[in-house]
């Protein structure tokens, strides 16, 4: 995409919708595609980075033998907090859901 078709993407272009993602039984059951579940996104990420972030201190807190699953799972929280950034930039710029 090139920085024309970019700049044409403003708030009235993600307010008539975007096309959904490959749906095999769409011709089958005639349900419309999909618009992006943006919200439910936002929800799971936010939920996930408080998740992983508490679980993971207190792992490398209490548990010293375990702490290599702490890591891991501080790193999943930091995953799930640049996801939510990441929505939150979509739901700015007008993308629906």
């Not at 993600?14 to 089958?28: F, K, M, N, S, T």
């Not at 930039?89 to 993308?95: D, I, L, P, T, V």
Request: aromatic letters at 12%.
């Amino acid at each position: 995409m090139n920085r024309g078709e970019e700049e044409q993407r403003n708030r009235a272009y993600y307010e008539r919708g975007l096309p959904g993602h490959h749906d095999l039984l769409a011709r089958a059951t005639g349900a419309p595609s999909a618009l992006s579940p943006l919200t439910l996104r936002l929800w799971l990420a936010g939920f996930g980075a408080v998740f992983c972030l508490a679980s993971g201190v207190l792992l490398l807190y209490f548990l010293p033998p375990l702490a290599w699953f702490g890591w891991i799972v501080v790193a999943l929280g930091v995953v799930a907090v640049i996801d939510f950034g990441w929505v939150v930039h979509r739901k700015r710029r007008g993308e629906p859901g």
